[in-house]
């Protein structure tokens, strides 16, 4: 009885690392076929993975609800508990401890997991736009070559730190009342801009292109829609 119960634990951590290198991305793209293949076939397992999921994200609520009321929370009222604190019995001391390292855990499963999700959705939208749809006709041979690179970084996650801060500065040049060599790309530019800072995990800074996108291109053109499909998301 006990090898069946040992057995079964083994099988569930063995479960609950996978699950977490998965949301973690940590995972090879031929595991994440295997792994995601197994998803639709094992209840167990599914079951698992969106219990871990519900409860990183509930967790997330609560580090939120316990931020706010910090804030709300004088210094001395703060450095009143941390006092009464110290005068616990050591065994509900040792309690509390167990119980924020748990927290703690939890908590960075959940940064992990956001991780994941933003980094995923950058990677779902990258294509979206090809850049041999983009990149055609009379452009200048040195524009063509540098905007094909840049798009072509951020679409397969390469050099992504430099990629965005070149497309920052075109960004800004794009969107420039007088008309330039960038003018036309713009709406480009921003969406790439946007994708490359997801797969980088800048999710803020990818939110305020998304945002200042919104206000220029109407959701009746495509790039406009997929601006709010993406930002619906975050």
Same mark, same amino acid.
């Given at each position: 009885?006990?090898?069946?119960?040992?057995?079964?634990?083994?099988? /569930?951590?063995?479960?609950? /690392?996978?699950?977490?290198?998965?949301?973690?991305?940590?995972?090879?793209?031929?595991?994440?076929?295997?792994?995601?293949?197994?998803?639709?076939?094992?209840?167990?397992?599914?079951?698992?993975?969106?219990?871990?999921?519900?409860?990183?994200?509930?967790?997330?609520?609560?580090?939120?609800?316990?931020?706010?009321?910090?804030?709300?929370?004088?210094?001395?009222?703060?450095?009143?508990?941390?006092?009464?604190?110290?005068?616990?019995?050591?065994?509900?001391?040792?309690?509390?401890?167990?119980?924020?390292?748990?927290?703690?855990?939890?908590?960075?499963?959940?940064?992990?997991?956001?991780?994941?999700?933003?980094?995923?959705?950058?990677?779902?939208?990258?294509?979206?736009?090809?850049?041999?749809?983009?990149?055609?006709?009379?452009?200048?041979?040195?524009?063509?070559?540098?905007?094909?690179?840049?798009?072509?970084?951020?679409?397969?996650?390469?050099?992504?730190?430099?990629?965005?801060?070149?497309?920052?500065?075109?960004?800004?040049?794009?969107?420039?009342?007088?008309?330039?060599?960038?003018?036309?790309?713009?709406?480009?530019?921003?969406?790439?801009?946007?994708?490359?800072?997801?797969?980088?995990?800048?999710?803020?800074?990818?939110?305020?292109?998304?945002?200042?996108?919104?206000?220029?291109?109407?959701?009746?053109?495509?790039?406009?829609?997929?601006?709010?499909?993406?930002?619906?998301?975050?």
């Amino acid at each position: 009885m006990n090898e069946v119960n040992n057995t079964i634990q083994d099988k /569930d951590l063995l479960n609950e /690392d996978r699950i977490i290198r998965f949301m973690q991305g940590k995972m090879s793209a031929d595991e994440e076929v295997v792994f995601q293949a197994e998803l639709k076939t094992n209840e167990g397992l599914r079951n698992q993975a969106i219990a871990q999921a519900r409860l990183v994200k509930s967790m997330k609520q609560v580090d939120d609800e316990i931020k706010e009321a910090f804030r709300h929370t004088d210094e001395q009222t703060i450095k009143k508990i941390a006092h009464q604190a110290t005068g616990v019995k050591k065994q509900v001391t040792r309690w509390l401890a167990i119980a924020a390292s748990v927290v703690f855990i939890i908590f960075v499963g959940f940064k992990a997991y956001d991780y994941y999700d933003t980094t995923s959705i950058g990677k779902e939208y990258a294509n979206a736009f090809p850049t041999s749809s983009i990149i055609r006709g009379e452009t200048d041979t040195k524009i063509k070559t540098e905007l094909t690179s840049l798009f072509n970084k951020v679409s397969n996650a390469e050099d992504l730190d430099n990629a965005t801060s070149r497309l920052s500065v075109l960004w800004k040049q794009a969107k420039q009342d007088t008309y330039n060599d960038y003018t036309d790309y713009a709406p480009y530019i921003g969406w790439y801009l946007a994708i490359g800072y997801l797969e980088n995990y800048e999710k803020s800074k990818a939110k305020a292109i998304l945002e200042e996108m919104k206000e220029m291109y109407p959701e009746e053109i495509s790039i406009g829609d997929k601006v709010r499909t993406i930002r619906s998301k975050l």
